[in-house]
């Protein structure tokens, strides 16, 4: 934008700075995406995020916003806004065998 002398005292236009990486909305209105934590303001010139993919929950493995249960786990993971939801339980081990967990290991 610039200065005119004349009315209505500027010239061209401002255009949004499109939300970093991690995030989504629309500008200035950005937040971390799911699966990602921190946060996100707008402020001159761009945005301060400090939006990093969230660990994904215990007995499960993979890269945000997919996690996905370990080998020997069940459950369901879905990625949402602070991190994750969901849990992965052990596999109890089949019928006719020894063990606590199909993690643990079955004999």
Known sequence: VFYSSTPPYYAGS?????????T?????SCACASGYTGSVIAIAGGYSSTCTAAACPANAEG???TCTCKPGFSGGI???????????SALLCPAN?????VAAGCT
Do not use: D, K, R
Not at 24 to 28: E, I, N, Q
């Open 97 to 101: 065998s020894a063990g606590a967990s």
């Open 24 to 28: 989504t909305g629309t500008p200035p």
């Open 78 to 88: 879905a990625a949402v806004a602070g991190g994750y939801s969901g849990a992965c």
């Open 63 to 65: 890269t945000a916003p």
């Open 14 to 22: 401002c255009q949004a700075i499109p939300c970093p990486a991690g």
